[in-house]
């Protein structure tokens, strides 16, 4: 029965993806490629030991600031060059956990947080917290809930970087903790949670929904009063409106150009379920000033 409906999934994503190919030749009209910055620019070279010490000594301060305050920090070393540089250093795994979290808010602008397919997001990642995936694959429940904490996305944050953790922060657990293996295939002996994404706040199945993920939770904090809160939500719901209308050119691009040939997060019908929530509900795949092409060409 599994495998009859695995086969049904993969006969609707290659349905799908037919529309999706066709969609992609319209959006290179509409919206051109363009090339991953972290792939055509020569390599940085790694910060000097006063830059370093630096930019390390900014991130502490960070870390000692409440979260509802960081729109307020004034950044004076930790530039997003230098923060890019950092997290391409090998000396970045000597700092403590909380440092290289706490250092991501700065990468807000800039291509630290690019990305071209979904395993992009997880490879990054376990690049700067190896141990702490490591930890979070072999925990019983496979999830990352006491292994790993990012921050983010923020509003002054460019659509590519907010996509990106919000990726992180939505994307099914189990797809990060087992890149390797097809995502649907049922797992005895594990949390149920890990079919959520990081920033779902309860078991109930709506969110388990990529798109309510994106638009309502990714980048969440907490407010101590009621204007607060609102304020929150209200910028939660600006980014998430920015990156639901990111998204699909990423994943139409992706699928284009690799098909049905992923695995975990790279899965072609993981990544057209992704896609598939953040359409609005009415006719039309695409949504969003440059994607908008794809409804016609489908």
């Not at 990060?176 to 005895?188: G, M």
Request: glycine share 8%; net charge positive; with cysteine.
């Amino acid at each position: 029965m599994i495998k009859q409906a695995r086969a049904w999934l993969f006969r609707r994503a290659h349905a799908a993806l037919s529309i999706a190919i066709a969609g992609a030749a319209t959006l290179v009209l509409v919206c051109p490629i363009q090339a991953n910055a972290q792939t055509t620019s020569k390599l940085s070279p790694p910060l000097a030991p006063p830059e370093f010490d630096a930019v390390i000594h900014e991130i502490q301060q960070m870390v000692g600031t409440k979260e509802n305050d960081v729109k307020d920090f004034v950044v004076r070393e930790a530039t997003p060059e230098r923060i890019q540089r950092l997290y391409a250093m090998p000396e970045l795994l000597k700092q403590r956990k909380v440092v290289r979290e706490n250092g991501l808010i700065f990468a807000g602008q800039g291509t630290l947080l690019s990305f071209d397919k979904p395993s992009d997001v997880i490879n990054k990642v376990a690049g700067w917290f190896p141990e702490e995936v490591a930890a979070a694959r072999q925990a019983p429940d496979q999830r990352f809930f006491t292994h790993l904490h990012l921050y983010g996305p923020y509003a002054s944050w460019q659509d590519e970087p907010a996509a990106f953790m919000a990726m992180w922060n939505c994307m099914p657990q189990l797809a990060w903790i087992t890149p390797d293996a097809d995502p649907f295939r049922r797992r005895l002996k594990i949390s149920s949670l890990s079919m959520w994404g990081i920033a779902a706040t309860s078991s109930d199945s709506l969110e388990g929904d990529f798109g309510f993920c994106v638009r309502e939770r990714s980048g969440h904090r907490a407010g101590w009063t009621p204007e607060a809160r609102q304020a929150n939500q209200q910028e939660v719901r600006g980014i998430g409106a920015r990156v639901a209308a990111f998204l699909p050119g990423k994943f139409s691009r992706f699928l284009a150009r690799e098909g049905c040939s992923g695995t975990g997060p790279d899965d072609c019908v993981m990544v057209l379920r992704l896609w598939a929530s953040l359409t609005p509900r009415r006719s039309g795949v695409g949504i969003g000033p440059c994607t908008a092409g794809i409804a016609g060409a489908a």
